[in-house]
């Protein structure tokens, strides 16, 4: 996939994964049919290595800079969120990518436990996704 978006330093691997399906009109399980996978919906924990690899060649990226981006591989004081739904992201931040023509994406540390406001803006309460997919009448 020679159109595929770099990942950011601070992102979650699954951002990525929708970043690049999004880049290509898909949505991440497409893309992992693709790619003969049959991974869990949550790679942001602990990926299995053969996605990581298989994600990392179809991106033409080292499969390194992926697995780096992998919760298990940052240490948080509290742990992390493992459910994508019950974490928290920062609208202004959202806001701030695409103002600044950036892919919106997901950072890491919005998926921290003791994360209850934003370090950039902590002025912004954190809006759960599970809320935003509520709002939007998205399935959860």
Same mark, same amino acid.
């Given at each position: ?19 690049? %399906?999004?880049?290509? &009109?898909?949505?991440? %399980?497409?893309?992992?049919?693709? +790619?003969? +996978? ?12 053969? &996605?990581?690899?298989?994600? &990392? ?11 780096? +981006? @992998?919760?298990?591989?940052? @240490? ?32 890491? !540390? ?6 209850? @406001?934003?370090?950039? !803006? ?11 997919? !509520? ?6």
């Amino acid at each position: 996939m020679p159109l595929a978006p770099r990942p950011y330093d601070d992102e979650l691997i699954s951002s990525w994964q929708a970043r690049v %399906a999004a880049r290509y &009109s898909r949505r991440s %399980a497409d893309i992992e049919a693709w +790619l003969g +996978l049959d991974s869990p919906a949550d790679n942001d924990f602990d990926p299995d290595l053969t &996605s990581v690899w298989r994600w &990392s060649r179809a991106c033409r990226i080292r499969p390194a800079v992926v697995e780096a +981006l @992998a919760l298990s591989r940052n @240490a948080a004081p509290l742990g992390y969120v493992r459910q994508s739904r019950w974490r928290g992201i920062c609208p202004a931040c959202l806001e701030g990518d695409r103002r600044n023509g950036r892919d919106q994406y997901l950072r890491r !540390h919005w998926s921290r436990a003791e994360t209850v @406001a934003c370090s950039i !803006h902590p002025r912004s309460p954190p809006v759960l996704l599970s809320e935003m997919f !509520h709002a939007m009448r998205l399935p959860v």
